[in-house]
């Protein structure tokens, strides 16, 4: 799609990825080698180099994105995550061994399962705290011609609307998850700001039940051909075994081909599910984001195949290689979205304006650490 601006005025903005494959390889073996040497320290100034890459290949109308965060933040928003976290179990634990004292359940102390049942709750609560804050972070440490990036709404609101969401998930035994999908995205991309122009989120819950409808119906699917083709027969051969009262080899109970089908039809109900999800998930995020009361419209123009296809080369790149081959799997996901997503519509620049940056919150530390 062609690009028309102004000096003041953005008409329908173009989206352009500028990085290489080469590029990229010397960035992450340099992050490599300087992580290794460094025992693992160096990791949150080689994740820094790699988003200051990324980003400024990112064009918008020919304008790079610029990513402000160091490597120093990502270090001391680690070690207060991780600190919290160790005063989460510490706690949990001190209660647990408190309540349960010097008794035993099936030979383990009765106060550390106690403290593993009392860790639950606050795990899932600073878990969905660290989406909210982590996402809060880059999009804080993101700029567009200098104006940066943000994201509105409570740590706190996002915490309780999650757990709630969850309560009804287990309730409905999963149907009300498209919803608390959607409702998470209205609180993330829905509540992310440019300056002080504010992006909005349309999409319903709804518009995803399809998806999960028809990932249950296959996994049911491949479930009941495992059971026909290797469960039923490895039964019937048990059954013939218990009348005979012998077994002279494997095979008498499953045959090579049937292990092998187990292994895949278990593999097919994870990856399969997983390929349509997140590709659903994508377009129904991008299709459904706009800018500033609809003024700029995402649409991703990819099919659900194309996207599938993407995600499931890149899995086997990356996973194939050990995660040598990493890089490769970046540069295409960057040059297929920035050539499949159009914006569609015009933006003043003349209205944008710069916030107040807000510093020192100690939210904003943890929010780095999440972020890693």
Known sequence: MSATHSASVLRDPALSWTGTTSSLFGIFFKNLLLT?????????????????????????????????????????????SLLLMLLIVAVSMGIGFAIGGDLKLDGAPAGLIIGVYLLFLPMIFLGYAFVFLSRRYLMTRTQLRGIRFGQDGSVIGFVGSMFGRMLLCAITLGIHTPWMTAERLRRTVGATRWGNLKFDFKGKGVELFGWYVLTFLIVMAIMAVIAVLVIAPMFANIAGISRTGKISHPGDLFSVWQIVLLIAGYIAVIVVPGLILISAIWRFTISNMTLDNDTLRFELKASLGQLMLLVAANLGIVILSLGLLAPIAIQRVMTFFTSHIALTGAIDLTRVSQPPEETGRLSNIIAAGASV
Do not use: D, H, K
Request: glycine fraction near 14%; proline fraction near 2%; charge should be positive.
């Open 36 to 80: 290794v040497v460094t025992l693992g320290l160096y990791r949150f100034w080689a994740i820094t180099n790699m988003r200051q890459y990324v980003w400024s290949n990112i064009r918008v109308a020919g304008q790079p994105l610029e990513y402000t965060g160091t490597g120093g933040e990502l270090f001391r928003g680690f070690l207060l």
